[in-house]
């Protein structure tokens, strides 16, 4: 059962700066099936990445997406207001059967 | 475009069942995508909870598989959860999504409905 731990648990940074999110698979996973959510309060989870890499549909190019194995980074380039919510990873293990990690608090500083 | 739309009880006793219907509009339920539902229980993450095929073929949590059941009525364009001996552990926003692909390369979930709030409580 892969395991995913998201640090930090709470980020603070101000508008303009660079964001880096971190999730750590155990164990590591061969497929790169990560994927990233950004959730607001009282919406619901919008995709922005999926295949570790990939943006969805819509997705600005300021979020991007990469690594492998076992540490998958969401990095958002120059954050914008709205940018600031909890995001999620997720695993997709290829036959249906996904884990989602514990989240990580992206707030204003 | 697609669009889900959560329905059901806001309100289940303890030991009951919670039932929730997904509905489909702006495209059809049998376009090759395993249908799912995921939840979140007040200020806590997500947990995926299954996810069912145009034919009915489900795939489930582990770890909920003994109280889960998804079905599928193609010709109403829904799809729907069941979930028995509800505790006051299943209070929950209860979210059903669409994957970003088609079949088994299904990845993550691309469309989500807004969700619907279940309490379980006497």
């Known amino acids: 059962e892969i395991v995913l731990t998201q640090s930090p648990g709470t980020l603070s940074l101000s508008p303009g700066e660079r964001a880096t999110l971190s999730c750590r698979a155990s164990?590591?996973?061969?497929?790169?099936?990560i994927a990233w959510y950004q959730q607001k309060p009282g919406q619901a989870p919008r995709l922005l990445i999926y295949?570790?890499?990939s943006r969805a549909t819509g997705i600005p190019d300021r979020f991007s997406g990469s690594g492998s194995g076992t540490d998958f980074t969401l990095t958002i380039s120059r954050l914008e207001p709205e940018d600031f919510a909890v995001f999620y990873c997720?695993?997709?293990?290829?036959?249906?059967?996904?884990?989602f990690g514990q989240g990580t608090k992206l707030e204003i500083k | 475009q697609v669009q889900l739309q959560e329905s059901g009880p806001g309100l289940v006793k303890p030991s009951e069942t919670l039932s929730l219907t997904c509905t489909i509009s702006?495209?059809?339920?049998?376009?090759?995508?395993?249908w799912g539902w995921i939840r979140q229980p007040p200020g806590k993450g997500l947990e995926w909870i299954g996810s069912?095929?145009?034919?009915?073929?489900?795939f489930n949590n582990p770890s909920l598989e003994s109280r889960v059941s998804i079905s599928v009525d193609t010709s109403k364009n829904q799809f729907s959860l069941n979930l028995t001996s509800v505790t006051a552990a299943d209070t929950a926003v209860y979210f059903c999504?669409?994957?970003?692909?088609?079949?088994?390369?299904?990845?993550?979930?691309?469309?989500w409905g807004q969700g619907a709030m279940v309490t379980v409580s006497s």
């Open positions: 295949g570790a890499s």
């Open positions: 999504a669409r994957p970003v692909v088609r079949g088994l390369a299904a990845r993550a979930f691309e469309i």
């Open positions: 702006g495209s059809f339920i049998n376009t090759g995508y395993f």
């Open positions: 997720q695993h997709y293990d290829g036959s249906l059967k996904y884990t």
């Open positions: 164990p590591s996973v061969s497929n790169n099936y």
């Open positions: 069912i095929y145009h034919n009915g073929r489900t």
